[in-house]
């Protein structure tokens, strides 16, 4: 079958193959051997950006030099590229460079540049991630949610702050109400956006996983019984645990007689006293391709 991330660049050798005419994201897909949904989400997760936006990006960066050289009319160049006006050609121009197709030719003009993706994967912490299949009958989520926005690298602030924000006697209580695994405080994160790019929104949840009734001042998500993938690492916090995204879609599912389905995904970390290292788990619900 071969690496999955080998797959994975040659679907990218193809994409900017494509860069003229439509990008064939269902190509794409059959060349990384894997369902145009899971490539989405694959590219996604790894770049930190939809596929839309990064065909977009990398256009601008190679009509730039053409702008430049004005050699050519703008409408010329927009075609070129896929845009049916010079207006459309403009505004995307103006959005990627920060400045229009005419000022880009004057004499000093900053421009940016979107280089070409190659993919590789590091993990930080341990370099085998453990993994383990199991089967959960219907639990539910309780505690408190929010709407958050995805932070791929780095300490997300935004969900630091409103885990931190829950009182030390609602902790305890949802510590009580704890009854199977996942055990304890951990968090959940539903309802993305379908390309999950980098700052997009999600629902996160601080809670407990539990089957007991649901208190009248905390919120609850029911979660349908099925099985779970658990992967597992310990590492610098929060690298090793953002790792285990990647790592998932990159190589495990790939290489693995499993899907991910729709649901929850689960997150268990024990951090150390300075937080700076953590044992983490990741929980996604599968079932069998």
């Known amino acids: 079958m071969g690496n999955p991330l080998e797959h994975l660049n040659r679907a990218m050798d193809l994409l900017e193959a494509q860069l003229h005419d439509r990008v064939d994201v269902g190509a794409l897909a059959r060349?990384?051997?894997t369902s145009e949904f899971h490539f989405r989400r694959v590219f996604s997760t790894l770049a930190g950006m939809s596929i839309s936006d990064y065909v977009r990006r990398r256009r601008m960066t190679l009509a730039a030099p053409q702008?430049?050289?004005?050699?050519?009319?703008?409408?010329?160049?927009?075609?070129?590229?896929?845009?049916?006006?010079?207006?459309?050609?403009?505004?995307?121009?103006?959005?990627?460079?920060g400045t229009g197709p005419s000022a880009a030719r004057d004499p000093g003009a900053t421009l940016r540049t979107q280089q070409r993706l190659v993919f590789h994967l590091t993990l930080e912490g341990e370099t085998d991630v453990r993994h383990r299949i199991i089967t959960k009958d219907a639990f539910r989520i309780v505690g408190a949610t929010t709407r958050a926005?995805?932070?791929?690298?780095?300490?997300n602030a935004e969900l630091q702050a409103f885990s931190a924000s829950v009182p030390m006697e609602t902790n305890f209580r949802l510590k009580a109400l704890s009854d199977g695994e996942p055990a304890g405080i951990i968090t959940a994160h539903t309802d993305f956006t379908e390309e999950?790019?980098?700052?997009?929104a999600f629902s996160y949840w601080h809670g407990v996983a539990?089957?007991?009734?649901?208190?009248e001042d905390l919120d609850s998500l029911e979660v349908p019984a099925g099985d779970w993938v658990v992967f597992s690492t310990s590492g610098a916090f929060p690298a090793s645990l953002q790792g285990l995204w990647p790592y998932a879609h990159a190589e495990w599912f790939p290489s693995h007689p499993y899907q991910q389905v729709a649901g929850p995904e689960l997150v268990r970390i024990a951090p150390a006293h300075d937080f700076a290292t953590a044992d983490c788990e990741l929980w996604l619900p599968v079932e069998r391709r």
């Not at 926005?149 to 300490?155: I, K, P």
């Not at 539990?210 to 208190?215: D, E, S, Y």
Request: aromatic residues 12%; hydrophobic residues 40%; glycine residues 12%.
């Open 149 to 155: 926005r995805l932070q791929y690298e780095g300490v």
């Open 31 to 33: 060349v990384a051997l």
């Open 67 to 97: 702008i430049v050289a004005g050699d050519e009319t703008v409408l010329a160049i927009a075609t070129r590229w896929g845009y049916g006006s010079a207006d459309a050609f403009g505004r995307a121009f103006r959005d990627f460079h």
């Open 210 to 215: 539990t089957t007991h009734p649901v208190p």
């Open 196 to 200: 999950r790019e980098d700052g997009s």
